[in-house]
């Protein structure tokens, strides 16, 4: 085993995504106690120009048609096979839709430990992942021998991931896909709504809070009157309360507007990592424990049925 | 079609969760759990296919309090076959374990499909889905919304960021990590669980010495430590009201 850093970069339609740069800024952090290099693994199909602003020591490159789209099969035999090769200290998955299809599939094939929901690193050594919803953080030791982790972003900044020096380029070869079970048969683009959140000044957010579809009105009222546009956290849009144009979150849009203000959403990581763009966030939510304080700006614990209605009123009165 | 749903019951993030006295747990004394909101979406993911093309359902969970109203629950909403793990759960309450032994036991059952949640809140060694795949050799495919069947083959809407699907084809078996069913959790009345409690049967299979390895052993459990938390404002709902009137012309938008 070495003490490299590896990291298993993730891009979608010819865009790296932000996570593989939150990953090698902590791979950065994590390989100065290991005293390894970071690693940037890439797969895909004539992509090797994307490495180009990656901050990392060696970018291993596999190319292979089959590689050009995200395919579990695909990716987790060609990564396994990087790792079994190389053995490294550990090795960096997005907490995502890619990371964590393969993540745990290495990490029954390969015998390797699997740490997920891994925030950050600290004391050289420790790992710290953040679980149950954004309230409890759990610290654990890297265990001996190569690690697996999945990465969730908050603690590490992107632009740390990316440098100006191009890295060395190190292609592997890819061995024979045969009788893959899995393909790709086409993208389907995100339904586009009447309006565009990721464009709006000032968004009222409804989360599981709202309680009912009935009372998606409330927030509806209040954003009529002060010329807002309301947008909702994934429960909301799997009750099909509001349509997945609203969503904000992990799977849904990334939002910055001046304003956030945030109804009954206790904030949970993969709402939270799409909404810390905003100028300001304000918490309406009657658990004083709620994770969306520790990230809001202003917070109340009223109880938004009570709250809402009398500021819609206020607001009506102020403009009239 | 033979459907396996593995679910597992998760803290109930509403109620104030506290760590135990050895720092490294959480305090399951003052617990209330829920299913894992990712496999209530599996269950009617499930239920929703037998409607479709017809399927046997069987739903499978550990022996933890609270697992026989989740079970008759799922009966009730149209679930074949019930079955709970006992053994000893404290030994090794994490999904490499768990995964060892769901493999052992559902390898004998033949499945076409297994769905489970794409992942539970308290994961903290991945999630359940790829393990099991891995164990079964069988692919796997998770965040997926929305699932179709045809012949030996099925279909797919695997969600990516900010909106984007990618439809997929998977060979079966295979197993799925769900997100969201493509309709929300149906709603069965109590008194339809109670009459299931009467007619239906939960089956009790024995876990074998669960074997923990690929988990990460917990050194500290703590609450997040925040630099900067939010000032508050009043909680009493006219005096906020005021408040934030004064906060929205101060920051321009109104």
Redesign the interface.
């Given at each position: 085993m070495n003490q490299d850093i590896f990291v298993a970069i993730e891009h979608l339609r010819g865009k790296v995504s932000d996570i593989s740069y939150v990953m090698l800024a902590a791979a950065r952090d994590l390989a100065q106690s290991t005293r390894g290099k970071v690693v940037a693994v890439l797969l895909g199909r004539g992509v090797q120009d994307l490495a180009n602003n990656f901050n990392a020591d060696q970018v291993v490159y596999a190319d292979h048609p089959l590689l050009a789209d995200f395919n579990p099969e695909a990716y987790q035999k060609t990564l396994a096979s990087i790792i079994n090769q190389h053995k490294p200290r550990v090795v960096s998955f997005g907490h995502t839709s890619i990371g964590m299809d393969i993540a745990g599939g290495i990490s029954v094939q390969l015998g390797l430990p699997l740490i997920s929901s891994v925030r950050n690193f600290s004391s050289g050594s420790k790992v710290i992942s953040q679980i149950c919803g954004g309230k409890i953080m759990a610290e654990c030791d890297l265990p001996e021998g190569t690690t697996l982790i999945t990465m969730i972003p908050g603690a590490y900044n992107p632009e740390l991931g990316q440098s100006t020096q191009i890295p060395t380029l190190t292609p592997v070869p890819v061995s024979a896909f045969e009788g893959l079970r899995t393909m790709l048969i086409q993208y389907i683009e995100p339904e586009s709504g009447d309006v565009d959140i990721t464009k709006e000044p000032l968004l009222i957010a409804v989360g599981r809070g709202i309680q009912n579809q009935d009372n998606i009105s409330l927030a509806e009222e209040l954003a009529q009157a002060i010329g807002g546009v309301v947008c909702a956290s994934r429960p909301v849009v799997d009750q099909g309360w509001l349509p997945t144009s609203r969503l904000v979150g992990k799977s849904g849009s990334t939002v910055k507007p001046k304003v956030y203000l945030a109804l009954g959403i206790s904030g949970a990581p993969e709402h939270v990592e799409a909404i810390t763009g905003s100028d300001v966030i304000i918490a309406v939510n009657t658990d004083s424990a709620a994770p969306i304080f520790n990230i809001a700006k202003y917070g109340t614990t009223a109880d938004l049925f009570d709250l809402v209605p009398i500021l819609t009123q206020q607001i009506r009165n102020a403009k009239s | 079609m033979n459907i396996i749903v593995p679910v597992k019951l998760v803290?109930d993030?509403?109620e104030?969760?506290s760590?135990d006295p050895a720092g490294t747990a959480?305090d399951t004394a003052w617990l209330r759990m829920i299913v894992n909101?990712f496999d209530d979406?599996a269950i009617e993911q499930a239920i929703l296919l037998k409607e479709k093309v017809g399927a046997h359902v069987t739903v499978i969970s550990t022996n933890i309090e609270g697992v026989d109203d989740l079970l008759f629950t799922a009966a009730a909403k149209g679930a074949d076959r019930l079955i709970k793990l006992t053994g000893d759960l404290e030994a090794g309450n994490n999904?490499?374990a768990l995964?060892g032994e769901l493999a052992r036991i559902i390898r004998e059952m033949n499945p076409d499909v297994i769905l489970t949640g794409?992942?539970a809140?308290?994961?903290?060694?991945?999630?359940i889905?790829?393990?099991l795949?891995?164990?079964l050799g069988m692919?796997?495919?998770?965040?997926v919304a929305g699932v179709d069947v045809s012949g030996d083959n099925v279909?797919v809407?695997?969600?990516?960021?900010?909106?984007?699907?990618?439809?997929?084809?998977?060979?079966l078996p295979?197993v799925f990590?769900i997100?969201?069913a493509e309709?929300?959790p149906r709603y069965v009345a109590i008194s339809k669980v109670r009459q299931m409690m009467k007619t239906s049967n939960i089956e009790e299979f024995d876990l074998a010495a669960l074997d923990s390895?690929?988990?990460?052993?917990?050194?500290?459990?703590?609450?997040?430590?925040?630099a900067e938390?939010?000032?508050?404002?009043?909680?009493?709902?006219?005096e906020?009201?005021?408040?934030?009137?004064s906060?929205?012309k101060e920051?321009?938008?109104?």
């Open positions: - | 803290p993030l509403v104030e969760l760590i959480l909101e979406h999904n490499h995964a794409v992942q809140h308290n994961d903290l060694d991945g999630s889905g790829p393990q795949a891995g164990h692919p796997y495919i998770g965040y279909i809407r695997k969600e990516y960021p900010g909106g984007l699907i990618g439809e997929m084809q998977a060979s295979a990590g997100q969201a309709q929300p390895t690929g988990a990460p052993v917990v050194t500290r459990m703590f609450q997040p430590e925040v938390r939010a000032s508050m404002l009043s909680d009493n709902p006219d906020a009201a005021g408040q934030l009137i906060l929205f920051l321009g938008t109104l």
